[in-house]
T-cell receptor, first 114, second 108 residues
Framework: KAGVTQTPRYLIKTRGQQVTLSCSPISGHRSVSWYQQTPGQGLQFLFEYFSETQRNKGNFPGRFSGRQFSNSRSEMNVSTLELGDSALYLCASSLGNRGNTEAFFGQGTRLTVV | DAKTTQPTSMDCAEGRAANLPCNHSTISGNEYVYWYRQIHSQGPQYIIH???NNETNEMASLIITEDRKSSTLILPHATLRDTAVYYC?????????FGKGTRLSVIA
């Protein structure tokens, strides 16, 4: 079956702009989590959505937001982009059962803010 | 913050077993140990997970100590393609929290 699909793969934006990233999970998966990866901070958890509801949130400013649709596809939005938002943004999908479930990651969207 | 401790880097000769250790002394009884790896510029790849019994799949084996405070991921016959950053983490009711991982270099 198809894996996790993230679009676009690469993006260049200017400071102050906003950006929307998309994630299509594996069919049947109801949980989508988003992560930011930078060389300095590593993989950091942004938020998790399950059945269209935000279930967990990491320690990021309100400029970072997300949502999940009824078909489990998810989008994340970053407003008022800063240079420090340049990163690889990864989403992971899982069945959503707590504990005993593996997550599958997409290839990521590499965002460059100039 | 990551709650596991892993060596920063390790080397392994091609064809030999790679044994990657991880300490997770604060793990709770209902939390599973997970291992993922990330090859440069790709998304992390799930390897294996377990609760208290040893586990094996087509990729690796997971050995969890009886007190569950540490575990070892074993790649039985490492190849150059296994060069990656390996992350050990645990999770029960919380999202996956990644630490810095171990950078494994498989050498020909």
């Amino acid at each position: 079956k198809a894996g996790v699909t993230q679009t676009p793969r690469y993006l260049i934006k200017t400071r102050g702009q906003q950006v929307t990233l998309s994630c299509s999970p594996i069919s049947g998966h109801r949980s989508v989590s988003w992560y930011q990866q930078t060389p300095g901070q590593g993989l950091q958890f942004l938020f998790e959505y399950f059945s269209e509801t935000q279930r967990n949130k990491g320690n990021f400013p309100g400029r970072f937001s997300g949502r999940q649709f009824s078909n489990s596809r998810s989008e994340m939005n970053v407003s008022t982009l800063e240079l420090g938002d340049s990163a690889l943004y990864l989403c992971a999908s899982s069945l959503g059962n707590r504990g005993n479930t593996e997550a599958f990651f997409g290839q990521g969207t590499r965002l460059t803010v100039v | 913050d990551a709650k596991t401790t892993q060596p920063t880097s390790m080397d392994c000769a091609e064809g030999r077993a790679a044994n990657l250790p991880c300490n997770h002394s604060t793990i709770s009884g209902n939390e599973y140990v997970y291992w993922y790896r990330q090859i440069h510029s790709q998304g992390p790849q799930y390897i294996i997970h377990g609760l208290k019994n040893n586990e094996t799949n087509e990729m690796a084996s997971l050995i969890i100590t009886e007190d569950r405070k540490s575990s070892t991921l074993i790649l039985p016959h490492a190849t150059l393609r296994d060069t990656a950053v390996y992350y050990c983490l645990y999770s029960g009711n919380t999202p996956l929290v990644f630490g810095k991982g171990t950078r494994l270099s498989v050498i020909a």
